[in-house]
Nanobody, 127 residues
Framework: QVQLVESGGGLVQPGGSLRLSCAAS????????IGWFRQAPGKEREGVSC????????YYADSVKGRFTISRDNAKNTVYLQMNSLKPEDTAVYYC????????????????????WGKGTLVTVSS
């Protein structure tokens, strides 16, 4: 059974940090691009960050560049998103996703191209 299970969301004050985790199982995650999308209330889902399957190159949306860091632990089949200097506009449900066909910039641009999705974890940035 294919699963992407996110964890680590919660309430944090502006300027704070959170680390999200995405545990993958049931498919050969090493061969998939994997990353994070987010969706704020009333807004479209947007790509946040991803890792390519071949060499682990990282990509970030301009809105999070310099503040968020994506990483991968292949032994644990887990992808992490370290989020620092959080802003109220980062408030959203964060989803982990994987794609066999899309990678890099196209991964972030084409959410409809994902093969698997997690159920999401809520991040709220508020004082």
């Amino acid at each position: 059974q294919v699963q992407l299970v996110e964890s680590g969301g919660g309430l944090v004050q502006p300027g704070g940090s959170l680390r999200l985790s995405c545990a993958a199982s049931g498919f050969p995650a090493d061969y998939y691009g994997i990353g994070w999308f987010r969706q704020a209330p009333g807004k479209e889902r947007e790509g946040v960050s991803c890792l390519t399957s071949n060499d682990g190159t990282t990509y970030y949306a301009d809105s999070v560049k310099g503040r968020f860091t994506i990483s991968r632990d292949n032994a644990k089949n887990t992808v992490y998103l370290q989020m620092n200097s959080l802003k109220p506009e980062d408030t959203a449900v964060y989803y982990c996703a994987a794609s066999a066909a899309y990678s890099g910039r196209t991964f972030l641009q084409y959410s409809y191209g994902m093969d698997y999705w997690g159920k999401g974890t809520l991040v709220t940035v508020s004082s």
